[in-house]
């Protein structure tokens, strides 16, 4: 496969997970973004535009320094929290959404509380980063420090941020996220009883697990 092969691809790829993100409800409009990352270049989302109106022509790329690199539209706005994901880690893909209950619970919460064995799956209880404003450096660094030692995160206020080495394993992480959200919410809503909750031994048990889980290969 050629270099031009593979970014087609890679392309493709992504404008299939940004759909995802808006027919599973984790997105309304173009509220979130997706980057994927092609040798020295970062394919991303650009600005404004309907997932369902992407196509081949509107290719969207940027070098690791975020100088523009393929395409004529405007790469979008959250581009320093991709780019310093992709710095920091060894991460392949990112999926960043306002997802409703995982942005709930960052108003809540300084940790999303382990209520379920797929926190491992993110590397273990998964912190709110503080506010900042959407676009900003200072965002990209609140993220930065959340995400040590983790695959995602939430962002107070406004979303989640999650990396794999895959779209498709970036998008798993993201939804399972949503849902952890969601049942905790569930669970702590209920007067009077507080949710039972994994010890970090169990969680770190179930992390050792899921390394093992699916076909191999």
Known sequence: MTDREAIDRAWRELVATARRT????????TSGNVS???????????????????GPGDLTA?????????GALRPTSELPMHLAVYRATGARAVV????????????????????????????GPVRVAPYALYGTEEL?????????????CLLRNHGTIVYGDTLDEAYDR?????WMCRVWLAASSLPGREPALLTPEQ????????RGYGQPG
């Open 140 to 152: 990209a660094e609140n993220m930065l420090a959340a995400l040590r030692g983790r695959t995602g």
């Open 22 to 29: 808006v027919a599973d409800g984790l997105v309304v409009g």
């Open 36 to 54: 994927v990352r092609v040798g020295d270049l970062v394919l991303v989302t650009p600005s404004g535009v309907p997932y369902d109106r992407l």
């Open 174 to 178: 993201t939804a399972q996220l949503e």
């Open 62 to 70: 940027v070098g690791l320094d975020g100088s523009p690199a393929r």
């Open 203 to 210: 969680v770190a048990a179930a992390g050792e697990r899921l």
């Open 96 to 123: 960043h959404t306002h997802a409703a209950h995982a942005t709930a619970v960052s108003t809540l919460v300084t940790e999303l509380p382990p209520v379920h064995y797929m926190t491992a799956a993110l590397g």
